[in-house]
Structure formats: structure tokens, C-alpha cells
């Protein structure tokens, strides 16, 4: 909702009527100038902050290691299927405006329609917490720019454009808050329906031969704004942008807008989709100065360990973010449970995505997907939460290796069942200790020498696969050291 105050009511108003002379589009975004941090009292943090500050102010995330990422809005109303159309199983649903050149005015009759009645933020919190996940990063707003908070300096909102009127961010941050779940925003740069965004060149949005000469007044006037609303008024304790790629955005803005909001929260954490330093779908950073605390690569797991940049690999369950009723290609439970391990043995996050149905409900094959995720993760999650990576991450194809933070324990997490006896060569177990496999309380027998390396052997009562302490994959846990 519009708050519309004091020296900015009447140039506000003026303005309005002006764009409603343009059309239905262009009212739903009016300006108002941004007075967050005055550029003067900016404390630079890209060039301040020690690495020790860095450390210790992003361990909390580096812990956290399993995230859910939420790709929700209004085009989860025609879902991948727009007129006559369906989009091609590459084409993800929350593209569905660029992808058939939607005009704004026909894209902006889907968030009238948007009325998720059935969207219940404590059960949505409740399935991210049980399937082991420690943060949520929902879309405040995506590329098609529709806001799903009660936004100041907009009127394409939840509160003001569709019919549910009702604050989605608020209630998922007051139930994260209650049940003890970090809340993260995803934030796209690009917006193909503000009039001063990238929206006058449809539907060419993404060229790079044209540029909006207007993009600066939407970057001040509203994108900053919003940000600010969001900051201060919902807490996130990631912002995680996207749609940086355009060609008005500059490395240099993206170091401004890290360090306005780094001002603003100086705690945050930011993804390196604020500036232009990535590197394509891989996701890490091309220089070193690149603003952003963590690489994100898109759709892969990192090939080794990163030299250095923290890192998130997001994810798709099917193949879309934002839900299309006709993706059905899931992955498989096994399969996740299997990237999680890859993942943290690399030292990076999970963030893994879900794309709510438009009333609200989240895709069954999703939910079912989170829950096994969580079973493995109740008897696993001691080998993947705050865990560091070792030198040699893996060992031949199927094991991967993660180390307890203080160093005592290797976890030899085996990503299929061994059968009789698993052999590792790189792990030297300290003389006399006990190896277990978690989930099962009796300690396992073992052998060492220097030739063979070390034979754990698994015993008959646990190869039966209804006796294993869990499904996907076993985690060994040993005392020792790497070679
Ligand atoms: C992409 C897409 C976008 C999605 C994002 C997630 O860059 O543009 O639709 O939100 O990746 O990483």
C-alpha cells in the first residue's frame, strides 16, 4: 500500500495522474526518493571488512548447509500455460511473461487472479524445518516485478493488485521467527514491469543492443526503496540477487548497492548476483574484487572445492522454479540426498527449490521429496551441519568425506550400502577408538594397516534394507585423520 506523505504527496499526486493518462500498467509504481544512508556516512565494506569479520560474520550460513529456495508469484497463476501455449520443458514458469511476450497489461490480469487462500506460511515453515532445511529464500519480488509484500512505493503488490490482501512476507517472517528458521529474500535487479525498468523495450527485455536510459530513476526511486522497506521492515538475513546480467547494471552499482545495504544491516549476507561478477551458470566469481559474499552456481554442483569464495549451489527439484502443472521430471529422493552430501563434502549449500501452486499449496512430489530428505538428515545431519571439508573431499566414486568442525571426527559418508565391509584408503583411524555408523549404537568392527588401509566391516543384523538406519546413504564416523 501507497504511503504517500508530506513534500512528496503533491508531485506524487501530479505524477500519478500522469501515468494514469498512460495506461493501467504504468500506475502501479510511483516514486519516492530514497533517504536511507547518505552516501557521505557509507562505511565501504568490500574494501573494510577483514576476513576475520567476513568469517565470522557468514558462519552462521556456512553451518546452515541446507536451505529452501521459494520461487512464488504471480505466474504461478498460468503456471506454464499461457492462452493456448505450453512452455517447452526448458523454459521455467516464472519466465512465462518473457517467454511468450506477454504484453504487461495481459501479465498484470494474472496477479489479479493471484489469491493463494490456501497458502498457510506455519505449514510451509513446518516442511522446510522437517525436511532438515535452516533457511528460506522466497522471491520478494522476481523479473515480472510483482511484489509479494505490502510495498510503500508500489501498487503491483499483494496488498494493492490482487485479491488476497494480505502481507505473504510478514506472515512467513513472523512464522520463521516463531519457529526458529533463518528467512532470506531472493530480489531480482531486473524488472520487466516498472516504467522505468527494462519494460519500455518489450519485449526485447534482455537485448543487449538497447539501453533504458530510465533505469537509474527506477534504480533510486523504487528498487532501492523496496529494498529498504525490506530490510528494515522484514529483517532478511540474506539478500540474494538475480537479473543482474542486463546491460544498465554495472559492477560499480553493485558495490554501491552492497555497501547501502551492508550500512543499513551490517550482518547481512549478500549472493555475488549483486554486482556483474559471476561466471555464467557455474556461478563463481571472474576477479577477485567481485562484490558479493558467495559464488552461486545455478543448476550444478561445483566440479571441487572452491579456492576460496563460499558457495551455494541452487536447485531445481523437476526442471522449473516456478510451478508449471506439466513438469513432472523429477528428481529422486536418492538423488537429492546424494547432492547434499556431494555439496557439503565441497564445503557449499544446498539451496533447493520449491515453486508453490497459485492457492498455495506446495507440489506433493516436493513435499514427499522434503520429508526423506529430513529422514536422512535426523541420523545423518551430524556429518553435513557445521561440518569443514578435507583436503581429498571424496574417494573413488561413491564415498564423500566432511570433518567435524573441531577436527576429532572424519564422516566417510557412503553414498551407496557397501555390503559386507566398506575399505578406505585416504582415513588413518586413531589407535583404539570406535567407529559407528550413525543410527547405530553399537560400534562397529574395523581393521587397519598401512598396505590395505582401513576395513570397516557391517554386520549381518544391517543388511537386511528395513534394519539400515536410514535410506539413500550411510555415514560412517571415525576418529582419525586424513592421509
Ligand atoms: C535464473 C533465472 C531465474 C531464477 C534463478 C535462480 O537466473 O532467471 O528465473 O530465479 O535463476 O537461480
Avoid at 566414486?397 to 576429532?408: F, M, P, V
Amino acid at each position: 500500500m501507497k504511503n504517500l506523505v508530506n513534500q512528496n504527496l503533491i508531485l506524487a499526486m501530479a505524477f500519478s495522474l500522469l501515468l494514469a493518462s498512460c495506461g493501467g500498467s504504468q500506475q502501479a509504481e510511483q516514486t519516492q526518493d530514497s533517504t536511507a544512508v547518505t552516501p557521505q556516512a557509507m562505511k565501504d565494506y568490500i574494501k573494510d571488512e577483514t576476513k576475520e569479520e567476513r568469517n565470522s560474520r557468514m558462519q552462521w550460513w556456512k553451518d546452515a548447509r541446507f536451505g529452501m529456495f521459494i520461487h512464488w508469484g504471480a505466474y504461478a497463476v498460468p503456471a506454464g500455460i499461457h492462452k493456448d501455449s505450453t512452455l517447452k520443458q526448458d523454459r521455467t514458469g516464472e519466465w512465462i511473461m518473457n517467454s511468450f511476450n506477454i504484453p504487461i497489461t495481459d501479465y498484470e490480469a494474472y496477479a489479479k487472479q493471484f489469491n493463494p487462500t490456501k497458502f498457510d506460511a506455519k505449514e510451509w515453515v513446518r516442511i522446510a524445518k522437517d525436511a532438515g532445511m535452516k533457511y528460506i529464500v522466497i522471491t520478494s519480488k522476481h523479473h515480472d516485478g510483482f511484489s509479494l509484500w505490502d510495498s510503500k512505493v508500489s501498487n503491483y503488490d499483494i496488498m494493492d493488485f490482487s485479491p488476497y490482501k494480505k502481507d505473504i512476507l510478514k506472515a512467513l517472517a513472523d512464522e520463521c521467527k516463531a519457529q526458529g528458521i533463518t528467512l532470506c529474500f531472493y530480489h531480482s535487479i531486473m524488472d520487466w514491469h516498472h516504467p522505468d525498468a527494462q519494460a519500455p523495450h518489450y519485449p526485447d527485455y534482455n537485448t543487449d543492443k538497447k539501453q533504458n536510459p530510465n533505469f537509474d530513476k527506477y534504480v533510486t526511486n523504487y528498487m532501492k526503496p523496496q529494498l529498504e522497506e525490506l530490510v528494515k521492515n522484514y529483517d532478511p538475513a540474506v539478500l540474494w540477487f538475480d537479473g543482474e546480467w542486463i546491460p544498465e547494471w554495472t559492477e560499480p552499482q553493485g558495490k554501491e548497492l552492497y555497501n547501502y545495504l551492508r550500512n543499513m544491516k551490517p550482518s547481512l549476507i549478500i549472493n555475488n548476483r549483486v554486482g556483474k561478477g559471476r561466471k555464467g551458470m557455474q556461478g563463481m566469481n571472474e576477479t577477485q574484487d567481485a562484490a558479493g559474499d558467495f559464488g552461486t552456481p545455478e543448476q550444478e554442483i561445483l566440479e571441487g572445492k572452491s579456492d576460496g569464495l563460499p558457495w551455494e549451489s541452487c536447485m531445481t527439484m523437476n526442471d522449473t522454479w516456478g510451478f508449471k502443472t506439466n513438469d513432472n521430471n523429477w528428481k529422486s529422493a536418492e538423488k537429492l540426498v546424494h547432492n547434499l552430501a556431494d555439496i557439503s563434502a565441497k564445503g557449499g549449500n544446498y539451496l533447493l527449490n520449491i515453486g508453490p501452486k497459485a492457492d498455495g499449496e506446495i507440489p506433493t512430489p516436493s513435499v514427499e521429496r522434503l520429508a526423506e530428505m529430513g529422514k536422512w538428515l535426523k541420523v545423518n545431519g551430524e556429518a553435513i551441519y557445521t561440518t569443514q571439508s578435507l583436503k581429498n573431499y571424496k574417494e573413488g566414486e561413491n564415498i564423500r568425506y566432511t570433518q567435524s568442525a573441531d577436527g576429532k571426527y572424519i564422516y566417510a559418508i557412503s553414498l551407496k550400502w557397501e555390503g559386507k565391509a566398506l575399505n578406505l584408503k585416504n582415513i588413518t583411524p586413531k589407535e583404539g577408538s570406535e567407529i559407528k555408523m550413525l543410527g547405530i549404537d553399537t560400534p562397529l568392527k574395523w581393521s587397519y594397516d598401512d598396505k590395505k588401509g582401513l576395513t570397516i566391516e557391517i554386520p549381518k543384523e544391517l543388511q537386511a534394507e528395513a534394519k539400515r538406519p536410514c535410506k539413500y546413504a550411510y555415514t560412517f564416523k571415525i576418529e582419525g585423520t586424513e592421509k
